[in-house]
């Protein structure tokens, strides 16, 4: 499959709207990609898009990979008499990028900004406004009009649309559609030795929800959770590692706030890279955490790996991936599928 495919997808993928816990928009938009890849296709009772793409019957493993459909945004809680709507978030989001931003609201994409002070006003423009203070216009002029057109419960995503950006890809939510970007060119390509079951979770955001049934229900042999991390990589005034940089490969996780990498698929990962002559890095600190959190401790214990596309400016509104990187974790993770079996998890 050409780049050319894989950011098309990724496109389609990060313009869906998909807050945590209503990502029915992005399996909507995966469905399409994965017909005639996939043995068997269903969506469980969390909202998690579960497949099995059978293997070739070379060995017995069953392998979870995971990539999460849910990004970060708000949530309509109430309506000001004026006609404004009262948010929090959902998900982590810095509270300075905020005000002046446009927004859309609910399935339909109502047009919306969140409100500014203006600087004229303003007493000190170094305070940060936090997300209990900041309403949404959406040119409402009454309670009653606002919480008809944007009830309590609706969604709320960042309006941007993807699109190029020199050499690089801009748009929302590459946390983690990168990720779904991945795993849907490995489903859509040839069968692996082992069965594949590829998981679209939900609700990653709010604390790894969907992959903690996942996990269980799959009874995975080993898991890999794909991610599109944190990529701050600008020149600093002191001497630290940036997390991850733009152009540098696929960013392997060994540990974060929630999960050590599996040794075993940390060295299987790595000596496949360096084998096919990919690049790869790792991520300093481990900061976050994924997928592979809950998953790893399902049932009886599952090794488990987090790899991912290094993003700049997560959890924002425009977020910048290179397309070489998404290239280069597609190509590794399909290596080391090909290359896994059970004498590698073997724990002696
Ligand atoms: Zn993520």
Redesign the pocket.
């Known amino acids: 499959m050409s780049n050319e495919t894989y950011i098309e997808i990724l496109k389609a993928l990060s313009d869906a709207p998909g807050t945590s816990g209503d990502e029915i928009e992005v399996r909507r938009r995966v469905r399409p990609y994965l017909e005639g890849h996939v043995d068997a296709l269903h969506v469980d009772h969390m909202g998690n898009l579960v497949t099995l793409k059978k293997g070739t019957g070379a060995n017995p493993l069953r392998v979870l990979v995971t990539a999460?459909t849910d990004e970060v945004g708000f949530m309509v809680m109430d309506h000001t008499g004026d006609g404004d709507l009262k948010i929090d978030t959902v998900g982590g989001i810095d509270p300075r990028l905020a005000p002046g931003l446009e927004v859309r609201v609910g399935s339909e994409g109502l047009p919306g900004v969140i409100g500014l002070e203006a600087i004229h006003r303003a007493k000190s423009i170094d305070a940060v406004t936090p997300f209990a203070n900041l309403t949404v216009d959406i040119g409402a002029s009454s309670k009653e009009e606002a919480a008809k057109l944007a009830p309590i419960g609706t969604r709320i995503t960042f309006a941007t649309r993807a699109q190029q950006l020199g050499n690089l890809i801009a748009g929302k939510a590459f946390?983690?559609r990168a990720g779904c970007t991945v795993l849907t060119a490995l489903l859509m390509g040839p069968p692996f030795p082992c069965d594949l079951y590829g998981v679209y979770t939900v609700q990653?955001e709010v604390g790894l929800r969907g992959a903690r049934v996942a996990g269980y229900a799959t009874a995975p042999d080993a898991a890999f959770a794909l991610?599109?991390t944190i990529a701050d990589d600008l020149p600093k005034d002191e001497d630290v590692s940036p997390t991850s940089v733009l152009g540098k490969g696929p960013v392997i996780t060994v540990m974060d706030r929630s999960y050590v990498a599996a040794t075993s698929l940390l060295k299987h990962v790595v000596q496949t890279a360096q084998h096919e002559m990919i690049p790869f890095q790792f991520k300093q600190p481990g900061i976050g955490g994924?997928d592979a959190g809950a998953i790893h401790f399902t049932r009886g214990g599952v090794p488990s790996i987090t790899i991912a596309v290094p993003c700049r400016y997560i959890h924002g509104p425009i977020a910048l991936l290179n397309p070489q990187d998404l290239a280069h974790t597609i190509a590794l993770l399909r290596a080391a599928l090909e290359g896994l079996t059970p004498e590698i998890l073997h724990l002696a």
């Open positions: 999460h946390d983690d990653e991610e599109g994924t």
